[in-house]
């Protein structure tokens, strides 16, 4: 028999038994973003770059998700892991343990998050309590109410990331009526009043309109307008932050695609911290 149809051969009775034990899928994506902020040019990364492993075995799904944002400038964000958690489907939903993004995070939908442009961090609270960041010792359970997405989610009160806590929990609930789009969230935080967003996006005449309200902080009105332009998405975005004026967050993006890439360019002006950042950006996924 021929050497190359027997190596075949037996190259496949050694990987049959590990397929037959669970579907493993990789993924993840590179990004590299050139901004201007307040006169001083940098490459930056958000958080963007990451590689992730699914594997599947009946009702059960695991995930591995690894933060490989570039080091250098970045270093002192770079934290190794991002989510790592076992689900089981349950009552017609899944039940998730592990360390996950809380069910709060981004129900406001930003398509720009993870890029410099995000609203996270400038016109919607960050953090591992905001829309961003993850929980450790994280027990969620995600299902489908009247068409509409709810989470519930408890933190065990001897998290290290969460030691101020009694307990943390947190509900998110968004769903679309038609035309209109809707979402609210609340969680009690590190322990402190419960906090609360609130949104709703209404599509006319070509354009989505949003409108949405983020107490995590400090009360946070949005306002923004996307529409589809040139093949991609232009997306206008502002931002009260209840302060004053000077501190308001106003964005002007664009985003496409291009040979596969994603690609995005925009200006992002922050008052807290008084930066005017300009950029291109581009995110390649596999």
């Keep these: 028999m021929n050497k190359k149809i027997i190596s075949m051969a037996v190259a496949a009775a050694l990987v049959a038994p590990m397929a037959a034990q669970a579907e493993v899928k990789v ?7 050139l ?60 039940l998730t343990m592990g360390r996950a993004s809380t069910v709060v995070a981004n129900l406001e939908g930003d398509k720009f998050i993870g890029t410099f442009l995000q609203m996270r961090g400038a016109a919607v609270d960050a953090g591992q309590f905001g829309s961003g960041s993850f929980n450790n010792e994280v027990i969620q359970y995600k299902t489908k109410v009247g068409g509409a997405n709810l989470g519930v989610e408890y933190v065990l009160s001897a998290d290290a990331d969460a030691s101020v806590n009694t307990g943390h ?14 979402y609210v969230g609340m969680n009690n935080g590190a322990g402190a009043a419960n906090n609360m967003k609130v949104g709703a996006s209404m599509e006319m005449g070509g354009m989505n309109v949003r409108l949405g309200m983020d107490n995590y902080a400090a009360s946070k009105l949005n306002l923004g307008v996307d529409m589809k332009m040139a093949g991609g998405t232009l997306d206008i975005t ?10 308001s967050y106003t964005r002007i993006a664009y985003m496409t695609k291009a040979a596969g890439a994603d690609l995005h360019a925009g200006y992002a002006m922050n008052g807290t911290d008084g930066a005017d950042t300009f950029g291109v950006g581009v995110t390649v996924k596999f």
């Design 238 to 247: 502002f931002a009260d932050k209840g302060n004053n004026a000077a501190s």
């Design 169 to 182: 929990y947190a509900v998110a609930l968004k769903g679309k009526a038609g035309s209109l789009g809707y």
């Design 27 to 33: 993924s993840g994506r590179v990004a590299l973003e």
């Design 35 to 94: 901004t201007s902020s307040n006169n001083v040019m940098d490459f930056v990364d958000h958080g963007m770059n990451r590689l992730e492993f699914v594997g599947t075995q009946g009702d059960w799904t695991a995930k591995l998700g690894l933060d490989m944002r570039q080091l250098g400038n970045n270093a002192a964000q770079w934290t190794g892991q991002r989510d790592a958690w076992v689900a089981v489907k349950m009552g017609g939903g899944s």
